[in-house]
């Protein structure tokens, strides 16, 4: 079945510090992929999207790149803030078939930005 | 545009009641919503898909007849738990996923509540 391994948190960093979080996945086909933010006390928020490989997402200085090869999609931030403080989830959604339309998440990745 | 609410956005309950959840897409039509658990430090379980006007698609291992989903228009889903119990004590998220003026449906992007924290003693 279709998966998404986040790397482990808590992730701890100063601002404006280089911020990434990886992100690998196991589908069958092309699945689409996503990253999502949950602030404190609120709902998931898409950050970016790729429906392709090579595709890169880019939102709110947040970078990822939909790798095939390496089934991969890392996020990636040159300079976070204190704001960027939430919990980070990659996701995929499945290509075809029965699970059209579902979502199947990473664990989440929790980051803390310190001032 | 495109919010998603959920109520309540807290609630503490008996164990043997009965607790329903409703999620609301406020600004768009949504023929599909989904249903997510979601424990601590965890990820998003897929509970169910709800569809407006036919039954719901349980996940393997989902209980059908204590998570009662019902999808009455194009803008409510509600979730019962039913005969709640201590182990169901969970973080319940739903999401929409918006009906395209056609008719059709856009999986391009699912809108989600804020989530309904739940306590059973």
């Known amino acids: 079945g279709n998966s998404v391994t986040q790397m482990e948190g808590p992730v701890t960093l100063s601002e404006e510090a280089f911020l990434t979080i990886n992100c690998t996945y196991t589908?069958?086909?092309?699945?689409?992929l996503f990253w999502y933010v949950q602030y404190p006390g609120e709902g998931l928020q898409l950050l970016l999207k790729?429906?392709?490989?090579?595709d890169k997402g880019s939102n709110k200085g947040f970078e990822a790149t939909y790798r095939k090869e390496t089934t991969s999609f890392h996020l990636e931030k040159g300079s976070v803030q204190v704001s960027d403080s939430a919990v980070y989830f990659c996701?995929?959604?499945?290509?075809?078939?029965?699970?059209?339309?579902?979502?199947?998440f990473g664990q989440g990745t929790i980051l803390t930005v310190h001032p | 545009g495109a919010v998603v609410s959920q109520h309540p956005s807290w609630v503490i309950c008996k164990s043997g009641t009965s607790v329903k959840i409703e999620c609301r897409s406020l600004?768009?039509?949504?023929?599909?919503m989904f249903w997510y658990r979601q424990f601590p430090k965890q990820s998003l379980m897929l509970m169910a898909t709800?569809?407006?006007?036919?039954?719901?698609?349980?996940e393997q291992g989902v209980e059908k007849d204590k998570f009662l989903i019902n999808h009455a228009s194009l803008t409510l889903s509600t979730l019962t738990v039913t005969s709640a119990h201590p182990e169901d004590s969970s973080f319940y998220i739903c999401?929409?996923?918006?009906?395209?003026?056609?008719?059709?449906?856009?999986?391009?992007?699912?809108?989600f509540g804020p989530g309904t924290r739940l306590t059973v003693l």
């Open positions: 790729a429906t392709k490989a090579d």
């Open positions: 996701a995929l959604r499945a290509a075809g078939g029965t699970s059209y339309g579902k979502l199947t």
């Open positions: 600004d768009f039509q949504a023929t599909t």
């Open positions: 589908a069958t086909g092309y699945p689409s």
């Open positions: 999401s929409a996923v918006p009906r395209l003026t056609s008719g059709g449906v856009s999986y391009n992007e699912q809108f």
């Open positions: 709800s569809n407006e006007g036919s039954k719901a698609t349980y």
